[in-house]
C-alpha cells in the first residue's frame, strides 16, 4: 500500500521514532473508551507499566501517555523543559515538585485530581496504597517539541535549571484555583440579582470568566463553572 506523503513524514517524526524505541505499547487509533483498561508494558528507565497513546489528531502534537505506579512505590524523579499536565486515572498518592536546589512542594492527589508540572522542574510521584497500583495519565507537547529540537537527550538529560517558573511567583503555585475575569465579565461583588446565586462564583458574560490553577482536587466535582446570565 502506497503512503500519503503526510503519513511518510510522519512515519519519520523522531518522537515517532523515540517512542517506539522505549518498548511499550503504542495504541493508536479514534478513541479508547476506558484508559483504566488499556494494556501496558514495563518500561525500565522509569520503574513502572506504561503506554502511550497517539490517537488521530495527535500526531505530530501532542502526547498523551499512562504510568501505572506500583503498591507502594515511589517513581524516579523526571524533569523536562516543557510543562505537563496530569490527570489521575485511579488510586491515590503523593506528588512532589521542585526545581534545583528549592523547597519540594507536596500534595495529595486522588482520582479525577489534575494537575500540572512546569518546564524545569522535578517532579516525583509516590502510590500512596499499599495494596492496588494508581494510573495516571500524562499531556504534554513532546512531538511538537521534538520537531524543533530532534535529540530526546536534550530533554531528559538537560541539565539547564530555572527556579523562578516554580519560586518566582510569589505564592504556592499549587495554592487553590483563582478566578480570572474576561473583558465583559460581572464581578459576583457588583452584582446581586439572583439571591440563590453563590457569590463566590464570578458571572461570565460576553468575556466570560476563567479558572486558572496548578492544581484542581476533584474535576469530576468542580462545580465552580460560571454561569452565563446574559445572551450573547
Not at 488510586?91 to 500540572?116: D, I, Q, R
Not at 499531556?139 to 535549571?161: H, I, L, R, S, W
Not at 446581586?192 to 446565586?197: C, G, N, S, V, Y
Amino acid at each position: 500500500m502506497t503512503e500519503a506523503p503526510s503519513e511518510r513524514r510522519r512515519s519519520h517524526l523522531v518522537y515517532d521514532e523515540w517512542i517506539e524505541s522505549i518498548g511499550i505499547p503504542v495504541h493508536r487509533g479514534h478513541y479508547i473508551s476506558d484508559l483504566r483498561e488499556v494494556e501496558l508494558g514495563w518500561w525500565e528507565e522509569r520503574g513502572c507499566n506504561a503506554a502511550f497513546l497517539q490517537l488521530k489528531g495527535m500526531e505530530g502534537v501532542s502526547e498523551a501517555r499512562i504510568v501505572e505506579i506500583p503498591p507502594g512505590v515511589t517513581l524516579p524523579p523526571l524533569k523536562m523543559p516543557i510543562g505537563e499536565t496530569i490527570y489521575v486515572l485511579s488510586g491515590s498518592g503523593l506528588a512532589s515538585v521542585w526545581a534545583g536546589e528549592g523547597p519540594k512542594t507536596s500534595f495529595e492527589w486522588a482520582p479525577h485530581a489534575m494537575f500540572h508540572v512546569p518546564r524545569y522542574a522535578y517532579a516525583q510521584l509516590s502510590n500512596a496504597r499499599g495494596d492496588q497500583p494508581a494510573r495516571l495519565l500524562h499531556y504534554n507537547y513532546m512531538p511538537m517539541a521534538m520537531t524543533v529540537v530532534p535529540d530526546p537527550d536534550f530533554f531528559f538529560k538537560n541539565p539547564y535549571e530555572d527556579p523562578s517558573l516554580l519560586y518566582g511567583q510569589g505564592e504556592n503555585l499549587y495554592s487553590q484555583a483563582k478566578a480570572v475575569l474576561g473583558r465583559g465579565a460581572v464581578d459576583p461583588a457588583a452584582e446581586r440579582e439572583d439571591a440563590t446565586r453563590d457569590d463566590s462564583m464570578p458571572v461570565a458574560a460576553h468575556g466570560g470568566a476563567t479558572w486558572v490553577g496548578n492544581f484542581f482536587p476533584d474535576m469530576a466535582a468542580w462545580d465552580k463553572l460560571s454561569p452565563y446570565r446574559h445572551r450573547g
